[in-house]
């Protein structure tokens, strides 16, 4: 449609200048700057509305009439194709009485559905162009027969300018506007398929462009229940969705591949399979080009150049970490059943270490204790004793980014259960054996031999927006730089969503949450669907933001599971909410917040099947 609008006001410029350079021009005075979908379709219901009969009736309309009487166009039906308006077009040049004496039709076939035809009539020369829209939703059809330009000139004594060059000028207004890409589609690629990259996809109107999505990941997975699926409460299959699922039946194509280089000049990215098994041994690169770029591909854990961390920590930020997690729990409980272990052994096995007091470390620091307590105590009966867990924060409290009454019940709700919060201590190191803390108000430093460390705090740019940054001038930021409308500063064309951008504009920083991906993804899918028409004709978007409102984040609220079937809600107007029906209301709403009911379904089977058989402690 957008393509169409662009060959409609070439064609309707050109009609306008012919009637400005030629007294004899008996063209149709249209409107030239219609750019919006609904001032092209009140102009065309104007132009060929609704005078004339049925289309029926008007079958053996003539060209001569047509080129006369404009407003008795035959009303075509809805689902006529391309075949259809041929014949109908040359029925009316061999039907017409001045015609078939005088002239005859030649067509010929343009990309994408367009028909230019001319047809010579003794001394008058008529030039016009017919276009087939084989798209729903304009004018309310899957097929219009339009007539855009009609160029043609009374040839009277000394006539200096040929026919042949006025259908040659209206030929080359069409091919410009098909060939040099303002009638084509842009070319939209979109990295990531995590909350930003989604969310975009699910709101974005396909049609308008031609869309590519490049992640190493096939599927969409529901982040916040990772704690769930590393506990054993939710199965890894019920929180995943396959990209493919979603973006079926909508032309969108997906590469399973992994963006390694972003060449902002030339507007083109280099990719790498991802695959384990290589094809004959070779990985496979490829690079793509892009009008527009979307980029949402998160971000990845923060060590902050903590020694031994990548070798001996857990990270909890993708699906396979989650499961790692799982088994490595079960592992140490099966280990420490072996005989001839001393006591001072399994309690160094059993000793779960998470560090970080964030919303994620402090989930899975309860989600573990009720594994254990509620399920694997109950396996392993003699091992409860040498169960401990410790919470590392180098913060002045855990949860600091919740009201501070939140902060102080969960500290307090962990002593009673018995996990030990150590607040203001810093990881130095970590080893084989050992986490080396730091006081951070002392500078102690204390060695906790571990059976487990879980490492959440924080994230960290990825190399490929790393090095994107370094392209653009944003090498000493940490992550992309947007403007309001979420365009990245000084690289035409890209726009970057979620965990590896920042909006400049705010005076306060959004958190790196899911809830703010997804709400990015849907504003910049609803900017792309309004402003299809200026990127078809090159118009940069960035000149008509004033049309559109700068993103504006809404909060909708917090949770912050607690363990004991007791979760902590933290909702705007300094609402805060503590207790068990706290924790049914967080069913409620990440029931809800799925992004298909295959896995509504199954997250909602995983929480029965706990609450009637208890967690799942088998190693696969």
Known sequence: MAMMRSVLRNALRFCLQQQQQHEGFRGFNFVASSRDLESSRTCLKNWFGAAGSSWRQQRNFSVRRLYDHPHRAPNV??????????????????????AASRGQAHWTQLPRFMMHGMLWCGNERVSYLLAAVAATGFLGGAGLFVVLADA????????????????????????????????????????GTGWAGTSFLKNLDSSLYDVSVVAPRNCFVFTPLLPSVASGVVEARSVTEPIRRIIRKRNIEFYQSECVRIDAKSKQILCNDVSERKWRGKDVEFTLDYDLLVVAVGATNNTFGTKGVQEYCHFLKEIEDAEKIRESVVERFETASLPNFSSEDRSKLLHFVVVGGGPTGVEYAAELHDLIHDDLCRLYPHLKQDVTITVVQSGDHILNSFDRRISEYAQKKFSRDGVDVKIGWRVSEVTDENVCLKLMKTGELVQLPYGMVVWSTGIATRPVVADLMAQIGQADRKVLATDAWLHVHNCEGVYALGDCASVDSQLKSMPATAQVAAQQGAYLACCFNKLAQEYATNIKPEDHRHQLDPFFYRHLGQFAPLGGEIAAAEIPGDWVSIGHSTQWLWYSVYASMQVSWRTRVLVVFDWAKKFIFGRDSSSM
């Not at 809805?78 to 029925?91: H, N, P, T, V, W």
């Open 152 to 191: 043609g000139q009374r040839e009277e004594q000394g006539m200096s300018r040929p026919a042949a060059a006025a259908s040659g000028e209206v030929e080359e207004v069409v091919r410009s506007s098909v060939g040099t890409g303002r009638g084509r589609k842009k070319k939209v690629v979109v990295l």
């Open 77 to 98: 039906p809805a689902r006529a194709g391309r075949d259809e308006i041929r014949r109908l077009a040359e029925l009316a040049a061999s039907r017409s009485t001045h």
